[in-house]
């Protein structure tokens, strides 16, 4: 007898007995099998019409019984589109057009794979039921068991007595136990009923009703809880719940347990709107802080909003405020941090068109501090910028008319009105550019000297001058800037490209008495590096605008590797004031600036500046860090500020207050690295000292595991709070500290499909990648 495939004897039957579902293959020897792969297929990729999809069926053999009936035996395989069903035997039904397979019964369809005793499938609808099956959901990380499933559709599944878990196989971490499962792939999320939590097969928790996200879309629930202890606080549990309000707009409520404190309640409303841009409010509370029972309720509160309205309005807000001065030195926050002594209450609303921006701004403080900030009540300000008013000339104008108000009774309020013309000639080329303005500032202040209380200041020269109610002045200013970009096409030094773009700046402001203007309205002195060398002014503002005939020049050099990848610059530069004072020097001090790619594992960055005039290093800051294979890293850092730089630039500040915090200025060292010590653990440490008075500041430690389907992570973190008397009368080193032990563990796959990282535990001090080098 001549040897005849299966699939033909099979198709043959089939073709007769139901001649619209099958394909007609009997012109073959045999037909290749359609293997589906364990991988998701989208819905809308599976979206053709299962009843007009040809069904195809191998088999050892099959019978009829009846009219309506075939029973297909021996390794049959059923495939129908995506789906394939394997089993030991099928029996297909003419009158409803179904199949049921028993015994070894395998299913794919793209979306879930089985095994199974007993499968039911509809040829002409998406309609699955499947018995005592174990099955893996193919487009979400899921897997489990059941008694009974029943697959609607292509999303939509039905289960009973149930089991669900992320973990992969082998893996009995965790699983979710129910009486009832609903799983719904296109809201990506399940609904437990009669649930139990269970850890290595053990029953931790019981729920009789929980619905919980299997994807990354947004659900209402619990989120994952946190914990750990804390030396001021006690032992700390926080549970966050997320509320998915409204496609464009959500909370998240957190209750955080503080066990010497009481129960706070912080709340997170995000909001995005159509045409006004987004926005978050955050508002902390604690009806009792148990701690500091005569302190009352405590809360915080933070608004912020940034939105665009029909492409010229823009909105900004930044309001912040607590219920006391103490809130941030008291209670963890996210509104703030311990070292700040202000909150920004602010808001702008401006009109930009393609030359203009007119703005109005209000700004105000709470203040938790002794000082007492200007509030901004408001500012009206027009800026105006054109290039080619006339050839190669651009015009710019800025002007503002802006009231400061102030608590302190000894210090002035104001109007202010600011007028500030200017032109400008700029000239660019690939090999370098220049550039040429001129403008005229002039101010006019209104000062409400108080009743007399604030008459005096002490102006530039160390000299108590008066102040007047009504002042103005008018100061013109000239610069010019140019810098070339050399490249040296003459390769050394191992390979190397090396370009070489000097630069200089000559400035010339006249001196004008500004004697009868108080100077402290908005106005700073600005720290100078390298690139404030080439400034046109050493304030933040105008409420002083120092005199200046002056010849800035530097000069930046790199060096490129065959790739083009930079790998070292240096920057050099200092200024030369002609005509100084008898009490001023000719020369400021240099400042240095050099970043260095040692290999694409070593990178280092440093800046010095060097006054040669006293021959005194001012500043000094360097960071120089390793890159460790798998992406860790391990950096060391240090910066130094000496005390009588300090003294000379920072406002307001006497020698006696300074030495109550440091006798010799600052100098400290930092250390921090991240790394993989195995498959799934990660160290994360940091420490940070004062090497003047020889104290640490902040240390961390905090070890993260990630396993396949669930995350831990403890950090343990210390940080000074008190640094002490450290005045040269009454030296008391040692300083107060505030430790804290911080646990956070989570499931990954119900909602959370990466790890974590370790906790800063309240620590100010972290990392920053501080390079810049090009690629």
Not at 78 to 90: H, L, N, R, S
Not at 657 to 662: A, E, I, Q
Not at 739 to 758: A, D, E, H, P, Y
């Amino acid at each position: 007898m001549l040897p005849v495939s299966r699939t033909f004897l099979a198709t043959l039957i089939s073709a007769a007995f139901l001649p619209t579902a099958f394909a007609d293959e009997s012109s073959q020897d045999s037909v290749p099998e359609i293997i589906p792969v364990d991988q998701c297929i989208a819905p809308e990729k599976n979206s053709s019409d299962p009843e007009q999809e040809t069904v195809k069926v191998e088999a050892d053999s099959i019978h009829t019984e009846g009219q309506n009936q075939a029973v297909y035996q021996g390794d049959v395989i059923i495939t129908q589109g995506p789906k394939k069903i394997t089993a030991d035997q099928v029996t297909i039904n003419q009158r409803d057009n179904s199949i049921v397979a028993d015994g070894n019964v395998t299913m794919n369809d793209g979306q879930i794979k089985s095994n199974s005793n007993k499968v039911k499938s509809d040829l002409k609808g998406e309609r699955v039921e499947l018995h005592d099956t174990q099955y893996k959901l193919l487009c979400q990380p899921a897997r489990g068991e059941a008694a009974y499933i029943l697959k609607d559709g292509q999303s939509i599944y039905t289960m009973e007595d149930g089991t669900l878990t992320t973990c992969p196989e082998g893996n009995k971490s965790w699983r979710v136990k129910a009486t009832d499962i609903d799983i719904d792939n296109n809201e990506e999320e399940a609904t437990f009923y009669n649930t139990r939590f269970e850890i290595l097969d053990v029953p931790v928790f019981y729920w009789p009703y929980i619905t919980v996200p299997i994807g990354d879309k947004r659900k209402t629930g619990f989120l994952y809880p946190s914990g750990g202890y804390d030396t001021k606080n006690g032992l700390e549990i926080n549970v966050p719940i997320y509320f998915n309000l409204a496609p464009q707009y959500d909370l998240t409520t957190t209750l955080n347990y503080m066990q010497e404190r009481g129960l706070q309640f912080d709340n997170d409303f995000r909001y995005l709107t159509d045409g006004f841009g987004s926005g978050d409010i955050n508002f902390e509370y604690l009806h009792q802080d148990d701690l500091y029972k005569e302190k009352g309720a405590r809360w915080g509160i933070n608004f912020t909003h940034d939105g665009i309205y029909q492409r010229h309005w823009k909105f900004t807000a930044d309001y912040s405020r607590v219920s006391d001065i103490d809130y941030f030195t008291d209670l963890d926050s996210s509104i703030g941090n311990r070292e700040d002594g202000q909150l920004l209450q602010s808001g702008e609303v401006s009109y930009r068109t393609d030359y203009s921006d007119t703005t109005l701004k209000v700004r105000d403080f709470q203040v938790l501090s002794s000082s007492q900030p200007y509030r901004l009540m408001p500012q009206l300000q027009y800026q105006y910028n054109r290039a080619n008013v006339l050839p190669h000339i651009d015009v710019e104008w800025n002007s503002h008319v802006s009231r400061f108000e102030t608590d302190d009774d000894d210090l002035p309020d104001a109007t202010r009105v600011h007028l500030e013309p200017g032109v400008v000639i700029p000239f660019y080329a690939p090999w370098g550019q220049l550039t040429t303005e001129a403008k005229l500032m002039y101010t006019y202040y209104q000062q409400d000297l108080k009743d007399g209380s604030a008459t005096t200041q002490t102006n530039s020269s160390g000299d108590s001058v008066t102040l007047s109610k009504t002042a103005d002045r008018t100061v013109p200013e000239y610069r010019i800037s140019g810098s070339l970009f050399l490249d040296n096409s003459q390769k050394w030094l191992g390979g190397y490209t090396q370009t070489l773009e000097p630069k200089m700046q000559y400035l010339y402001i006249p001196r004008v008495n500004q004697d009868d203007i108080y100077q402290g309205y908005d106005t700073t002195l600005l720290q100078n590096d390298y690139y404030g060398l080439f400034r046109d002014t050493q304030y933040s503002s105008i409420d002083y605008i120092a005199s200046a005939n002056q010849f800035s020049y530097g000069a930046t050099s790199r060096f490129y590797d065959e790739n083009y990848k930079e790998r070292f610059n240096l920057s050099l530069g200092q200024i030369y004031y002609i005509n100084p004072g008898d009490d001023e020097v000719n020369l400021s001090a240099w400042a240095l600036e050099n970043e260095w790619n040692i290999s694409d594992e070593w990178l280092f960055k440093g800046g010095v500046q060097y006054d040669s005039n006293v021959s005194s290093l001012q500043i000094a800051n360097s960071t120089i860090e390793y890159k460790l294979p798998g992406g860790g890293y391990t950096q060391l850092n240090y910066r130094y500020v000496s005390k009588d730089y300090i003294l000379d630039n920072a406002s307001g500040l006497t020698e006696s207050s300074l030495n109550s915090y440091t006798r010799d200025g600052i100098s400290q060292a930092g250390f921090l690295t991240s790394f993989n010590v195995a498959k799934r653990w990660d160290v994360r440490a940091s420490y940070f000292h004062d090497l003047t008075e020889n104290q640490m500041l902040e240390s961390l430690l905090g070890v993260t595991y990630n396993d396949d389907c669930w995350f831990l992570g403890l950090t343990f973190t210390r940080h000074i709070i008190n640094s002490g008397n450290v005045s040269d009368i009454y030296p008391e080193p040692g300083g107060e500290y505030e430790s804290k032990v911080s646990l956070n563990i989570g499931i990954k796959g119900l909602g959370q499909s990466t790890g974590l990282s370790t906790s800063d535990g309240g620590n100010a001090l972290s990392y920053g990648r501080p390079f810049a080098l090009a690629d």
